[in-house]
């Protein structure tokens, strides 16, 4: 089994893939493969909301969205990871998650997911109420911790310092890969996710 880890950072080496690494590290105690996808800083279109990507993916094709779908049909489990610039995830960040579930909500559903917000000081546990949506509307379950997913630090580096916010990385690794083996175990069992309701789309304004 794999998770794939999005580091939603412009730094590659800074804080947020400190977090990450730390939940890989526990993952692979956990007999758990784990990769890192670095967002790194080149430009990130948005969602256009053109309706396309629902026959062939996205339309752009001059970032990394395309790519990163393509590991995530393959992954298990997933881990999110923001820096919070301004008690949010970064622009970037969703921009580019947007895009890949809008159009290729398939290769996420019914994986185990989480978010990790990496931050000086405030804005971590609003940051996670965003990534968590992501989530709750492509049927994965969301990992659980024992605190907020939350590292604090300013310089790369300093979340090295922050004994609570790793532990809680930790223990947040060791449910998710909880969550993984009981869903391939079900499935071994020949107990599949539900398929959906579909066909009903109401609009508010008529």
């Known amino acids: 089994m794999k998770v794939l880890m999005l580091n939603g950072s412009a730094r590659p080496d800074g804080n947020t893939n400190l977090a990450l690494t730390e939940a890989g590290t526990q993952l692979e105690r956990e007999n758990i493969e784990y990769e890192i996808f670095q967002l790194g800083g080149d430009p990130v279109r948005d969602c256009i909301g053109c309706g396309r990507c629902a026959g062939s993916g996205c339309v752009f094709r001059d970032d990394r969205v395309h790519e990163f779908v393509e590991l995530a049909e393959t992954a298990d489990g997933f881990i999110f990871g923001t820096p919070v610039y301004y008690a949010?995830?970064?622009g970037r960040v969703l921009s580019f998650l947007d895009r890949a579930f809008y159009g290729s909500k398939d290769a996420f559903a019914c994986k185990p997911g989480a978010g990790i917000a990496v931050a000086r000081r405030a804005g971590t546990t609003a940051s996670l109420d965003v990534l968590n949506k992501y989530f709750g509307v492509s049927r994965m379950p969301a990992a659980g911790s024992?605190?907020?997913?939350?590292?604090?630090?300013?310089?790369?580096?300093?979340?090295a310092a922050d004994g609570e916010g790793l532990q809680t990385v930790r223990n947040l690794?060791?449910?998710l890969a909880w969550l993984m083996k009981c869903i391939a175990e079900g499935r071994k069992a020949g107990i599949?996710?539900?398929?959906p309701e579909t066909g009903s789309r109401t609009n508010f304004i008529r």
């Not at 599949?192 to 398929?195: G, K, L, N």
């Open 146 to 159: 024992t605190y907020w997913n939350v590292v604090h630090g300013w310089e790369p580096g300093e979340a």
């Open 173 to 175: 690794a060791r449910y």
């Open 88 to 90: 949010h995830p970064s």
């Open 192 to 195: 599949d996710p539900p398929d």
